[in-house]
T-cell receptor, first 113, second 113 residues
Framework: AQSVTQLDSQVPVFEEAPVELRCNYS??????LFWYVQYPNQGLQLLLK??????LVKGINGFEAEFNKSQTSFHLRKPSVHISDTAEYFC???????????FGTGTLLAVQP | DTEVTQTPKHLVMGMTNKKSLKCEQH?????MYWYKQKAKKPPELMFV???????INESVPSRFSPECPNSSLLNLHLHALQPEDSALYLC????????????FGSGTQLSVL
């Protein structure tokens, strides 16, 4: 069965600093990987996804992620964050026999001025 | 139109009340989903409809009753809920067989008193 782990429950960072949010997955078969963002009291918005091909994936709002099969990771990065990036970020995996989107526990990105 | 619309945005109900949540999309998606999200937790899948037929029920209590009256609408009927059912209820849709490409609504914040 697939699973995804987000070890950091909260990541504080100053405005204009770079940030990396970590995600590791577990699967015995090929999977698709996703990052979603959730602003307070709102639904989930897809930031980016890895389905196949280039391991460096660029998404919206200046975010990017790199798929690393040997380390089973899909970390999210942004070179310079803004206050408006403050939100909950969920890594998710899809694939295999379950055909379900399985979410990690989320990481709160707290951008401080 | 790439939106999934959920109504109401907020709902407060007593444990003896009967209420319904509504979800609508006009993207031609024939797969629709209900997720439940408790505070500070990831979304958890409740139900999946494919071509207006229930295809997945994640062992959800019978006090939650889903309904898909047509290809654009998804309802969640609520009856005799418990305070622990208070959560954000998210609807999502996708093309059939493309459960990795979900479009989420902004959710209904439910409080059970």
């Amino acid at each position: 069965a697939q699973s995804v782990t987000q070890l950091d429950s909260q990541v504080p960072v100053f405005e204009e600093a770079p940030v990396e949010l970590r995600c590791n997955y577990s699967s015995s078969v090929s999977v698709y990987l996703f990052w979603y963002v959730q602003y307070p009291n709102q639904g989930l918005q897809l930031l980016l996804k890895y389905l196949s091909g280039s391991t460096l994936v660029k998404g919206i709002n200046g975010f990017e992620a790199e798929f690393n099969k040997s380390q089973t990771s899909f970390h999210l990065r942004k070179p310079s964050v803004h206050i408006s990036d403050t939100a909950e970020y969920f890594c998710a995996v899809y694939g295999g026999a379950t055909n379900k989107l399985i979410f990690g526990t989320g990481t709160l990105l707290a951008v401080q001025p | 139109d790439t939106e999934v619309t959920q109504t109401p945005k907020h709902l407060v109900m007593g444990m003896t009340n009967k209420k319904s949540l509504k979800c609508e999309q006009h993207m031609g998606h024939r797969a629709m989903y209900w997720y439940k999200q408790k505070a500070k937790k990831p979304p958890e899948l409740m139900f999946v409809y494919s071509y207006e037929k229930l295809s997945i029920n994640e062992s959800v209590p019978s006090r939650f009753s889903p309904e898909c009256p047509n290809s654009s609408l998804l309802n969640l009927h609520l009856h005799a809920l418990q305070p622990e059912d208070s959560a954000l209820y998210l609807c999502a849709s996708s093309l059939p067989g493309q459960g990795e490409k979900l479009f989420f609504g902004s959710g209904t914040q439910l409080s059970v008193l």
